[in-house]
C-alpha cells in the first residue's frame, strides 16, 4: 500500500466551482500533514498545514481524519490561478522532518 | 524573503560522470534535505541533514550518492557515476525544525544523463 495515496486526477473545472481532493495515509504515526501546491517543472510549495480542527485560509479548507487516516482540501470559487497540482504531504516525527508525498492531483480551472 | 538557492538549474553529463548539485538554505535554518522528481512522477525523498550529519536516507540514496555542508552555507550533493535513470529534477530544502514547521524548496537542478 503506498504511504500517502490521493485522488487520481487531472480535475477540469470551470472557474468559479468547488473542488475537493482525497488524500490517505496509511502509517498511523504521521504526525504532520500538509498541502503542497506544485506549478508545472516548478518546486513544491507549502499551501497550507493541515490541523485536526480543520483550517480554512481563504478560499481554501483543510479536514483531517486520523482515525480515518485521511485528509482532504476544498477549494472554492476556483480561479484560473489555481491551476496546478496539489500535493498531499505527511510526515512522521522520528523521521526528522522527512516529506512524504503523494503522487499529487492536477487541476486545471477553465475559463 | 529568503530562499533557498540551487546551481546549476540544468546540468546536462554524461553516463558514469560525477555531478555536484549545490544548494544554499536559507541562512538560520538547521534542517536540510534533498528530494528528486523523475518527470512524471512524485516527489521522492532522498536524504535528510542536521547536525553536520546525515540524519536519514532512502533506499534510493545508496553508495553512489553522498552530500556535504564543507563549509557552514552551501550543501552538497554527489553523484559518484551517474546512470541514465539518475536523470531528473533534484529538490534541496531546508527549515528552521523537523516537525510542523514549514520546509521551503529551492527551484531545482534538472540532471539530464546521457
Known amino acids: 500500500r503506498k504511504e500517502v495515496e490521493q485522488d487520481p486526477g487531472p480535475f477540469n473545472v470551470p472557474e468559479g466551482a468547488t473542488v475537493a481532493f482525497n488524500c490517505t495515509y496509511s502509517?498511523?504515526?504521521?504526525?504532520?500533514f500538509f498541502w503542497y501546491r506544485q506549478d508545472c517543472r516548478k518546486e513544491p510549495k507549502l499551501l497550507m498545514s493541515?490541523?485536526?480542527s480543520g483550517n480554512e485560509d481563504g478560499r481554501f479548507t483543510a479536514q483531517l481524519n486520523r482515525a480515518s487516516q485521511y485528509i482532504s482540501l476544498l477549494i472554492r470559487d476556483s480561479k484560473l490561478s489555481d491551476s496546478a497540482t496539489y500535493l498531499c504531504v505527511v510526515t512522521q516525527f522520528y523521521q526528522g522532518g522527512k516529506l512524504i508525498f503523494g503522487q499529487g492531483t492536477e487541476l486545471s480551472v477553465k475559463p | 524573503e529568503p530562499e533557498v538557492t540551487q546551481t546549476p538549474s540544468h546540468q546536462v553529463t554524461q553516463m558514469g560522470q560525477e555531478v555536484i548539485l549545490r544548494c544554499v538554505p536559507i541562512s538560520n535554518h538547521l534542517y536540510f534535505y534533498w528530494y528528486r522528481q523523475i518527470l512524471g512522477q512524485k516527489v521522492e525523498f532522498l536524504v535528510s541533514?542536521?547536525?553536520?550529519?546525515?540524519?536519514?536516507k532512502s533506499e534510493i540514496f545508496d553508495d553512489q550518492f553522498s552530500v556535504e555542508r564543507p563549509d557552514g552555507s552551501n550543501f552538497t550533493l554527489k553523484i559518484r557515476s551517474t546512470k541514465l535513470e539518475d536523470s531528473a529534477m533534484y529538490f534541496c530544502?531546508?527549515?528552521?525544525?523537523?516537525?510542523?514547521?514549514?520546509?521551503?524548496f529551492g527551484q531545482g537542478t534538472r540532471l539530464t544523463v546521457v
Open positions: 502509517n498511523s504515526a504521521s504526525q504532520s
Open positions: 541533514f542536521y547536525n553536520n550529519e546525515i540524519s536519514e
Open positions: 493541515v490541523y485536526s
Open positions: 530544502a531546508s527549515s528552521v525544525g523537523a516537525v510542523n514547521t514549514e520546509a521551503f
